[in-house]
């Protein structure tokens, strides 16, 4: 079935970038999406690419998609405290019908 | 509208009991999907429904559980005869067909506690 691998673990200093990486192995998927979850709530998403793209942009967040080697990062700019939580990979098929989630990776910004 | 509504937020129960979950999609929204998540993990699939029509579950969802979407707007999740193991949050997303990027939006979930 399909898969979503991502590092369980990233600490930056404040004002650093961060990257977070994700691999995926379902070569139909069509869009991927990057998540955050803070303590106790519900996902918030924060960007989304198509997988014809390579690229996207907004504001602080760079998302970065290798159709080939299946590799997904987000790139976060000048990295603040409140970007401290745990970011989530999930994908999904062409219909948008299944959507497979990551582990997560927790954010630790260290001041 | 103020985004997708779960209720009740947390739940205590004992082990054997049934408990009952709802959540209020936002209200454009045709799709209506359940997740379950435990600690580190992300969320795991359940259940999806397309306005009433509940066109996919996942072979998770023993028999003890049972979601409905009897309008297509509203939709609960029942879990019969509660185990230790059913303990995690239960988390709804909603999401519309009219959009070609299928983007989910997450309701704040619903922590089961069974004792």
């Known amino acids: 079935g399909e898969d979503v691998e991502q590092s369980l673990f990233l600490s930056v200093r404040e004002g650093d970038s961060s990257v977070i990486n994700c691999t995926y192995t379902?070569?139909?998927?069509?869009?991927l999406y990057w998540y955050k979850q803070e303590p106790g709530a519900g996902l918030q998403l924060l960007t989304y690419i198509f997988s014809n793209m390579d690229m996207k942009q907004d504001q602080r967040l760079t998302v970065l998609l290798n159709k080939k080697d299946k590799h997904l990062s987000l790139r976060i700019a000048d990295t603040q405290t409140g970007d401290s939580a745990i970011y989530f990979c999930a994908e999904t098929d062409p219909q948008g019908q299944n959507f497979v989630f990551g582990p997560g990776t927790r954010l630790s910004v260290l001041p | 509208d103020t985004g997708v509504s779960q209720d009740p937020r947390h739940k205590i129960t004992k082990r054997g009991q049934n408990v009952t979950f709802r959540c209020d999609p936002i209200?454009?929204?045709?799709?209506l999907y359940w997740y379950r998540q435990t600690l580190g993990q992300g969320p795991e699939f359940l259940t999806y429904f397309q306005n009433e029509a509940q066109l996919e579950k996942s072979r998770l969802l023993s028999d003890r559980f049972s979601a409905e979407r009897p309008k297509g707007s509203f939709s609960t999740l029942e879990i019969q005869r509660t185990e230790q193991g059913d303990s995690a949050m239960y988390l709804c997303?909603?999401?519309?067909?009219?959009?070609?990027?299928?983007?989910?939006?997450f309701g704040p979930g619903t922590r089961l506690t069974v004792t």
């Open positions: 209200s454009e929204h045709n799709r």
């Open positions: 997303a909603s999401s519309t067909t009219g959009t070609d990027s299928y983007e989910q939006y």
């Open positions: 379902d070569s139909s998927s069509t869009y």
